[in-house]
């Protein structure tokens, strides 16, 4: 775990678009940390301790049903944070918060980000606009899981992926992304074959590269343009 100094570089976008004088004076609260792979930051009905500012990491939000099956219902990376509920409500976790792709994020205590909400300026204002954003995926996401094929999905997620992390190639277990998804593992893997017949993708030992992005997006449901227009009108023109 490494304390920030005043010098330190802001990649997650909300952070960035605070004016210094308002960064700085979250500075001695923040604190970077590593994200690991599989990694869970909070449960469904706990309190939020802590919320997370991702830098290069990804962090799903996971329903998670009686029956022990997963799905993924939103993804957090760059643009946004993790822990909204903290200055929505009460606090408390309502889904499962996973890291999916490792990275590194700003930790914040949760009590110091309600503060700071409270207090005004620029920050609140990012972070209410965020939450639109992420209602908007969340709303999508349900839509699209039920309504659109299990390759479709994948390549709107593979999409949203490379957004956030800013690479061509994304280290994913058929099993996580199984549960990522809704779906078995080998259905994942029939669907990924599908997608590197077409020569959009090319997946080896958990590892899944974007060979060809335009035709990836000719692939995917149009749930990827409507999330990704969404966040540019909201929340882009405010950063």
């Not at 869970?40 to 830098?55: A, K």
């Amino acid at each position: 775990m490494t304390l920030l100094n005043s010098n330190s570089i802001k990649i997650n976008q909300l952070l960035t678009a605070l004016p210094d004088q308002e960064y700085q004076r979250l500075v001695p609260h923040l604190k970077e940390v590593s994200l690991t792979l599989g990694q869970i930051l909070y449960q469904p009905g706990e309190p939020i301790l802590h919320v997370y500012f991702p830098n290069r990491a990804i962090v799903s939000l996971i329903i998670l049903l009686a029956n022990g099956l997963t799905t993924e219902v939103g993804m957090v990376g760059k643009e946004g944070m993790v822990g909204i509920p903290v200055f929505l409500a009460d606090g408390m976790a309502i889904n499962q918060a996973v890291v999916q792709i490792e990275g590194t994020a700003m930790k914040m205590n949760a009590s110091i980000l309600k503060s700071e909400f409270e207090r005004g300026s620029k920050l609140p204002r990012l972070l209410l606009f965020y939450t639109q954003t992420l209602l908007n995926q969340v709303s999508q996401t349900a839509a699209c899981n039920r309504q659109h094929r299990l390759e479709q999905r994948l390549a709107r997620w593979l999409l949203s992926a490379q957004d956030t992390i800013n690479s061509s190639e994304l280290r994913l277990t058929q099993e996580f992304l199984g549960n990522m998804l809704g779906t078995r593992r080998a259905t994942v893997t029939v669907a990924a074959s599908k997608l590197q017949e077409t020569g959009a993708i090319r997946y080896h030992r958990g590892v899944i590269t974007i060979l060809d992005r335009e035709l990836l997006e000719t692939i995917a449901c149009e749930c990827y343009s409507v999330v990704k227009q969404e966040c540019d009108r909201l929340l882009y023109p405010k950063i």
